[in-house]
């Protein structure tokens, strides 16, 4: 993860606000305070009997450590999982197939977008793919480039292009951050977007959100899936 000083921080987000977007309200939502990604990916597991697991982004491995199954890979370019490479380089070696794939990876739209299809080429028939941090609740936690901490970065932006795929059934679970939920199905439900991707700003998922990500919860989720 990138390191940010003062300095960093203050001119990035003096940068942001002036010449790409200010807007100050913010959201709240109703994530579980009880149940957690690694709660999510232990049910799936289970659920479907799944042996293959694929993390893209491991930092600590606070996820990767809990994950309980037969054969499981980490991806991380930096610290953490068990392979060191980019998410990039990983997908053009790789050549296995995987149950379940959780991307948390780089935080930026145009990445994750890339990590997503990636997984849908590696992905097996009935298989899941998750995608940590599509719900920021303020500007700042959304902002690209980066000039906080706590960061989701512009995920949530893949999440809503993807939706307009005729071939991909995507939901996205409001818990622990929002974890995008990707299935190789037709899409039931394929988003009308009345702006191209890359006009949209915070003010447009301020106000559509629910719309845009379709947006449910853990309960309705574990009926779906």
Not at 78 to 89: A, E, F, L
Request: with cysteine; glycine share 4%.
């Amino acid at each position: 993860m990138e390191k940010l000083n003062k300095f960093t921080k203050i001119f990035k987000k003096i940068y942001y606000e002036t010449f790409i977007e200010s807007f100050k309200d913010k959201l709240v939502y109703n994530f579980p305070s009880d149940y957690y990604r690694w709660d999510l990916i232990e049910y799936l597991i289970n659920k479907n009997n799944y042996s293959d697991y694929l993390e893209i982004g491991c930092d600590k491995d606070q996820l990767f450590s809990k994950i309980k199954i037969k054969n499981k890979i980490g991806v991380d370019p930096v610290s953490g999982g068990n392979v060191r490479k980019t998410s990039d380089d990983f997908f053009k070696e790789n050549n296995s197939k995987f149950d379940i794939i959780f991307i948390d990876g780089l935080h930026t739209y145009e990445q994750v977008k890339k990590d997503i299809l990636n997984s849908v080429d590696c992905l097996n028939d009935n298989g899941i793919i998750l995608v940590h941090d599509c719900m920021p609740d303020s500007l700042s936690k959304q902002a690209v480039p980066r000039y906080r901490m706590i960061w989701n970065g512009d995920v949530w932006k893949a999440i809503v292009d993807l939706r307009q795929n005729e071939n991909l059934e995507i939901f996205t679970c409001e818990m622990d951050q929002g974890i995008g939920v990707i299935k190789k199905n037709r899409n039931s439900s394929i988003l009308n977007l009345k702006k191209p991707i890359n006009k949209l700003k915070f003010k447009d998922y301020f106000h559509n959100y629910k719309e845009y990500l379709r947006v449910i919860g853990v309960e309705e989720l574990k009926k779906i899936i």
